[in-house]
C-alpha cells in the first residue's frame, strides 16, 4: 500500500496530531507525518479512515 496525500487522516484526526509532510514518498505523494511526539492518542482515526490503509498506529 501507499500513501496518495490525500490529507483525510489529518482532517480526521480530533487532536490534530498529524500534518502534510514536505517531503514526498517515493511515488512523489507527500505524506501524513506527525507534528510531535506525545500528541498522538493512538484513537485510530486516521487508520480507519485511510482508503488505502497505509496507516498503522502503535502505542
Known amino acids: 500500500a ?3 496525500g ?3 487522516c489529518v482532517t480526521v484526526c480530533p487532536v490534530d496530531a498529524l500534518q502534510v509532510s514536505e517531503q514526498t514518498n517515493e511515488w512523489g505523494y507527500h ?3 506527525l507534528k510531535a511526539e506525545g500528541i498522538c ?3 485510530k482515526a486516521c487508520a480507519l479512515m485511510c482508503a488505502d490503509l497505509v496507516i498503522e498506529v502503535y502505542k
Open 31 to 33: 505524506y501524513p507525518a
Open 6 to 8: 490525500c490529507e483525510i
Open 2 to 4: 501507499r500513501c496518495k
Open 41 to 43: 492518542t493512538a484513537c
